[in-house]
């Protein structure tokens, strides 16, 4: 179960879920202003979305804290959502293979 919520890109997600919180928030702020019924419901689903980002954030959060306790199997997690996590000891690897 670790390895497979380590595979989930928690940043990307974040970022995502922020894009379209902030399309919601448009869409919703247009329909205040024509007098929609969909208001409601697009309220609902901006604070749904802006609330899933930071979600996704605070567990990248707690999961670098936890690498940097020492429960990270020797990987280094990146809250950057273009720079992939790697491996802490890629060095000594590249070292033994191609030296």
Same mark, same amino acid.
């Given at each position: 179960?670790?390895n497979?919520?380590?595979k989930?890109p928690f940043?990307f997600v974040?970022y995502?879920?922020?894009?379209? =919180?902030?399309?919601?928030l448009g869409?919703?702020?247009? &329909? #205040?202003?024509? *007098?929609g019924?969909?208001?409601?419901?697009l309220?609902?689903?901006v604070i749904?979305?802006?609330?899933?980002?930071v =979600?996704?954030?605070?567990v990248?959060?707690?999961?670098? &804290? #936890?690498t940097? *306790?020492?429960?990270?199997?020797?990987?280094?997690?990146?809250?950057d959502?273009?720079?992939?996590?790697?491996?802490?000891?890629?060095?000594e690897?590249y070292?033994?293979?191609?030296r």
């Amino acid at each position: 179960m670790k390895n497979f919520v380590r595979k989930i890109p928690f940043p990307f997600v974040g970022y995502v879920l922020m894009l379209l =919180g902030f399309i919601c928030l448009g869409m919703f702020v247009y &329909s #205040m202003a024509i *007098d929609g019924r969909w208001a409601p419901a697009l309220g609902i689903l901006v604070i749904a979305a802006f609330a899933s980002c930071v =979600g996704c954030f605070y567990v990248r959060a707690l999961q670098i &804290s #936890m690498t940097a *306790d020492g429960d990270g199997d020797g990987w280094i997690l990146n809250n950057d959502p273009f720079q992939p996590d790697r491996e802490q000891d890629g060095r000594e690897l590249y070292l033994h293979r191609y030296r």
